[in-house]
């Protein structure tokens, strides 16, 4: 209902930037292999890519929201910070889930985009509430679990979103759409230079069926 603020563009471009492209990850390999089959429906395997986002890929911001909406709503209760983030790792822990945004499988020990979102945020004094919150979490979760793996990028953009009034429900949105123009890139190579088929002869010749022991 009003136009975006120089500072929400801001962040919105560096959050697109940071998750726009991953490298030969899930979602751009399930895009190349679908276009090598039907290179006549870029939009098909497009969606292809995309239909594999959920809480593990690319909808980690989304659970990362809700945690830190939920801390936000503890502490509007009467709770302090740092009783609100420890109230939640507990009741992760005790339902045995996994803190959302934190580690990740390709950048460790740490996550570089995290940390720069996290810093552009100081920087630009856009960091609030949520982003305090977000570095809460880990001493928290230590706690909780004992060492945690680095705050990753999922963590970070829904933190500064939210201080920077993003609609929570929106948080899938963003990263979806960065993937897009990821996808399409490399569709756009896929078109040059096709790995689809390659990619789906390597799997074929990695999993054997029918034994148990090749299985594992």
Request: charged share 20%; hydrophobic share 50%; glycine share 10%.
């Amino acid at each position: 209902g009003r136009e975006a603020s120089a500072e929400q563009r801001f962040f919105l471009d560096v959050v697109l930037v940071a998750i726009a492209e991953h490298g030969l990850q899930k979602t751009a390999v399930a895009a190349r292999m679908t276009y090598a089959a039907a290179p006549d429906a870029l939009q098909g395997a497009v969606a292809a890519g995309l239909l594999g986002a959920g809480s593990v890929v690319l909808g980690a911001s989304e659970s990362c929201g809700r945690l830190l909406k939920d801390a936000a709503a503890r502490i509007a209760a009467g709770a302090t910070p740092d009783a609100a983030v420890a109230a939640e790792a507990a009741a992760i822990k005790a339902g045995g889930g996994k803190l959302p945004g934190y580690g990740h499988p390709l950048h460790k020990p740490r996550d570089a985009r995290a940390e720069k979102i996290l810093a552009l945020a100081d920087e630009r004094r856009v960091a609030g509430v949520h982003v305090d919150l977000a570095r809460r979490f880990v001493p928290a979760a230590e706690r909780a679990w004992g060492p945690v793996l680095p705050m990753n990028v999922s963590m970070a953009t829904a933190a500064v979103l939210l201080d920077l009034d993003f609609p929570a429900a929106m948080l899938k949105a963003i990263p979806l759409l960065g993937r897009t123009a990821g996808l399409l890139a490399h569709l756009a190579e896929e078109q040059e230079a096709p790995i689809g088929f390659r990619m789906a002869a390597a799997a074929e010749d990695a999993i054997a069926y029918g034994n148990d022991d090749d299985e594992k």
